[in-house]
């Protein structure tokens, strides 16, 4: 600042910025960015997502939807992070995003008469309440005109996508899977996925399983005609239990012949209209007659509690990813270090 003071006039550098330490990193093209908020565990990251975002920027737009106790990326009255930080919001996805270059905002459509022509992607993450009449039409109409939706309902949930979804040919399970094979320690209801589907873009890179706390099934339905893959199944040795009044009774769940037997899908992706598209790498688009949809029986996975385990995040935002047609940002990632807990036993 002392050699340069018209430069540090150009860039607009506060003298706070410049007590704290600011890198402020620019292109020929006249592109730049500056990060003046650093941590020792995350410096790396930050930068590398500095330049990421200044090469190669989608100017593409991801909406969450609200208004029906869906997971929050907002963040909390007097909270100074950009996004929400509690346990069973959606901050780090959204942060995520970001860092892929996305442009990330909840959105209010119920005061829309359709989902917004710069979306990308609309993801409905964890919805409790029912959506307005209005609503469904238009989030039927954004992906009959190419749109792309993610869709994550955890087990039981009071909402109304369900008929939506079944017109596609895709039925939640009114379930809960339980593994006691394969489980995060030992919770039979946190079952492993690792059985990924070897050819399609948003499972073909992974090799690591994610977890899904308290999921429920994803089944297609062979009589409606579609184009959808199952991307994630659960262990072999795992069962949908449906019979859950019986299981809240008695305290414990046992494999009935009402019930769906491992490997149990939790995920699917596709498109409602059977397009051609939905196998390629080319980006969803009206003319092709149909968008794409991925379909989750859990949102936890995605949560701040639940996103940097194994490989729920890769999995989340290459869904993400291939829903926007940004095939070439469907990767596996680096891990983060996080503070992680070791259960002992007696």
Same mark, same amino acid.
Do not use: C
């Given at each position: 600042?002392?050699?340069?003071?018209?430069?540090?006039?150009?860039?607009?550098?506060?003298?706070?910025?410049?007590?704290?330490?600011?890198?402020? %990193?620019?292109?020929?093209?006249?592109?730049?960015?500056?990060?003046?908020?650093?941590?020792?565990?995350?410096?790396?990251?930050?930068?590398?997502?500095?330049?990421?975002?200044?090469?190669?920027?989608?100017?593409?737009?991801?909406?969450?939807?609200?208004?029906?106790?869906?997971?929050?990326?907002?963040?909390?009255?007097?909270?100074?992070?950009?996004?929400?930080?509690?346990?069973?919001?959606?901050?780090?996805?959204?942060?995520?995003?970001?860092?892929?270059?996305?442009?990330?905002?909840?959105?209010?459509?119920?005061?829309?008469?359709?989902?917004?022509?710069?979306?990308?992607?609309?993801?409905?993450?964890?919805?409790?309440?029912?959506?307005?009449?209005?609503?469904?039409?238009?989030?039927?109409?954004?992906?009959?005109?190419?749109?792309? !939706?993610?869709?994550? %309902?955890?087990?039981?949930?009071?909402?109304?996508?369900?008929?939506?979804?079944?017109?596609?040919?895709?039925?939640?399970?009114?379930?809960?899977?339980?593994?006691?094979? !394969?489980?995060?320690?030992?919770?039979?209801?946190?079952?492993?996925?690792?059985?990924?589907?070897?050819?399609?873009? %948003?499972?073909?890179?992974?090799?690591?399983?994610?977890?899904?706390?308290?999921?429920?099934?994803?089944?297609?339905?062979?009589?409606?005609?579609?184009?959808?893959?199952? !991307?994630?199944?659960?262990?072999?040795?795992?069962?949908?239990?449906?019979?859950?009044?019986?299981?809240?009774?008695?305290?414990?769940?046992?494999?009935?012949?009402?019930?769906?037997?491992?490997?149990?899908?939790?995920?699917?992706?596709?498109?409602?209209?059977?397009?051609?598209?939905?196998?390629?790498?080319?980006?969803?688009?009206?003319?092709?007659?149909?968008?794409?949809?991925?379909?989750?029986?859990?949102?936890?996975?995605?949560?701040?509690?639940?996103?940097?385990?194994?490989?729920?995040?890769?999995?989340?935002?290459?869904?993400?990813?291939?829903?926007?047609?940004?095939?070439?940002? %469907?990767?596996?990632?680096?891990?983060?270090?996080?503070?992680?807990?070791?259960?002992?036993?007696?």
């Amino acid at each position: 600042p002392n050699e340069e003071p018209v430069l540090v006039e150009e860039l607009g550098l506060t003298a706070d910025e410049l007590s704290r330490g600011v890198l402020h %990193i620019s292109l020929a093209s006249g592109e730049s960015t500056a990060i003046s908020e650093f941590s020792s565990s995350q410096f790396e990251p930050e930068i590398t997502a500095a330049l990421f975002k200044l090469v190669k920027s989608t100017g593409k737009k991801v909406y969450f939807l609200t208004g029906h106790n869906e997971r929050v990326i907002e963040p909390a009255p007097g909270e100074e992070a950009p996004f929400a930080s509690g346990a069973d919001s959606l901050g780090r996805a959204a942060s995520a995003l970001v860092n892929e270059t996305y442009a990330v905002e909840p959105l209010l459509l119920a005061s829309l008469p359709d989902v917004p022509a710069d979306s990308s992607a609309l993801i409905i993450a964890g919805p409790t309440r029912p959506l307005l009449p209005n609503e469904l039409e238009a989030i039927e109409r954004y992906v009959a005109g190419g749109g792309a !939706l993610l869709v994550a %309902i955890d087990p039981r949930a009071q909402t109304n996508l369900y008929a939506l979804l079944e017109g596609w040919g895709v039925k939640l399970g009114d379930d809960v899977i339980v593994d006691r094979a !394969l489980a995060v320690f030992g919770q039979a209801t946190t079952p492993i996925a690792q059985e990924y589907a070897a050819d399609h873009p %948003i499972t073909s890179p992974l090799r690591e399983p994610a977890i899904f706390p308290m999921v429920r099934s994803v089944e297609l339905d062979p009589g409606v005609a579609s184009d959808f893959t199952v !991307l994630a199944s659960t262990g072999r040795d795992s069962w949908a239990e449906r019979d859950l009044e019986g299981w809240r009774s008695t305290g414990r769940a046992e494999y009935g012949e009402e019930d769906l037997l491992g490997p149990v899908p939790v995920a699917i992706a596709g498109s409602p209209a059977g397009g051609a598209e939905a196998e390629a790498g080319s980006e969803p688009s009206a003319e092709t007659g149909g968008g794409r949809v991925v379909v989750f029986g859990d949102s936890d996975f995605a949560t701040n509690e639940y996103f940097d385990a194994l490989r729920n995040r890769d999995l989340f935002l290459n869904a993400v990813n291939w829903l926007a047609g940004e095939v070439a940002g %469907i990767t596996v990632r680096p891990n983060i270090s996080r503070a992680s807990s070791f259960q002992m036993s007696q």
